[in-house]
């Protein structure tokens, strides 16, 4: 059975860190991107970041860019999201997902096929 199970969330202030971790386990994700998505209460699922199976390529959201970092260890299936200098408007469930394809439209919900059961962020001002 094939499970992504998300870790990390909690409550910090304006300016602090968290870091989540996305635990994947079924298969072999190391050829697949992964990749967090956010969403917030009355908001459509929003693209954060993702990371390609090699790690080389680590496109962002530009609302986050500069200050996460998505990053990966193949050996251990896992998916890491380095927050920092969070705001209040990052307050969301946070989401891993794995695509299987490796597809270029790494910001599109519809082309994960795995998906976990979300961690609550929330930032307080």
């Known amino acids: 059975q094939v499970q992504l199970v998300e870790s990390g969330g909690g409550s910090v202030q304006a300016g602090g860190s968290l870091r989540l971790s996305c635990a994947a386990s079924?298969?072999?994700?190391?050829?697949?991107?992964m990749a967090w998505f956010r969403q917030a209460p009355g908001k459509e699922r929003e693209f954060v970041a993702a990371?390609?199976?090699?790690?080389?390529?680590?496109p962002y959201a530009d609302s986050v860019k500069g200050r996460f970092t998505i990053s990966r260890d193949n050996a251990k299936n896992t998916v890491y999201l380095q927050m920092n200098s969070l705001k209040p408007e990052d307050t969301a469930v946070y989401y891993c997902a794995a695509d299987r394809g490796g597809s270029a439209a790494y910001s599109q919900v519809r082309n994960y096929d795995y998906w976990g059961q979300g961690t609550q962020v929330t930032v307080s001002s």
């Open positions: 079924g298969r072999t994700f190391s050829r697949d991107t």
């Open positions: 990371i390609s199976g090699s790690g080389r390529r680590t």
